[in-house]
């Protein structure tokens, strides 16, 4: 059996957040609509986290696979600035129930910056306390449940057009998004 490695990064979107906090922005959810598709072929599993124009996220599999796509992701355009902010081999892997879990934009990361003295989401400047703390979040944090709910058919049912697909995908995201920010704002 090949060794797991968990690869943990940040990266800066080249696009504006334009949603802010209201709702899970639409290449975020171009990512892990991709992410949820792509990473079971590969044995990868993982978590994201996207705020104030940062991307952090886990990469969990066999070692090979991890940095093939680490790699990748530096020529993806909505990337930049990628740094690994921690790589160990790993026993087991944490997010074995995801092929890419989305912690929403959530008040647990905002009181979790606020109690290491930070007013913004920025990975790039966390100490080993903040990245473990991170880590826990995304470990037991609740997913953005999307991929089986609203891509996936019914058993049975005609397979939809990859563009209703990735539509009714999209829809989703921005439905969870409106009911976070509800949900938030109570």
Not at 28 to 41: C, D, G, K, T
Not at 72 to 91: F, N, Y
Not at 154 to 179: D, F, I, N, T
Request: aromatic content about 6%; overall charge positive; some cysteine.
């Amino acid at each position: 059996m090949p060794s797991l490695l968990r690869l943990t990064y940040a990266s800066r979107a080249r696009f504006d957040d334009v949603n802010g906090s209201a709702g899970i922005h639409p290449e975020v959810a171009r990512i892990l609509i991709q992410s949820r598709r792509n990473n079971p072929r590969r044995g990868l599993v993982g978590a994201l986290y996207f705020g104030d124009g940062c991307f952090f996220q886990c990469l969990e599999g066999p070692a090979a696979e991890v940095e093939a796509l680490y790699q990748q992701l530096h020529a993806d355009p909505r990337h930049h600035d990628l740094k690994v902010l921690a790589r160990e081999e790993i026993a087991r892997r944490s997010f074995a129930s995801w092929a890419m879990k989305l912690v929403p934009n959530a008040a647990e990361v905002r009181r979790l910056m606020a109690r290491h003295g930070r007013a913004t989401f920025d990975p790039y400047s966390f100490d080993a306390d903040l990245l473990a703390s991170m880590n826990r979040l995304l470990i037991e944090g609740p997913d953005a449940k999307l991929a089986a709910e609203v891509v996936t058919p019914p058993p049975g049912a005609p397979e939809p057009a990859l563009g209703l697909r990735y539509a009714m995908a999209v829809l989703g995201v921005v439905l969870l998004g409106v009911v976070a920010t509800v949900a938030v704002a109570r």
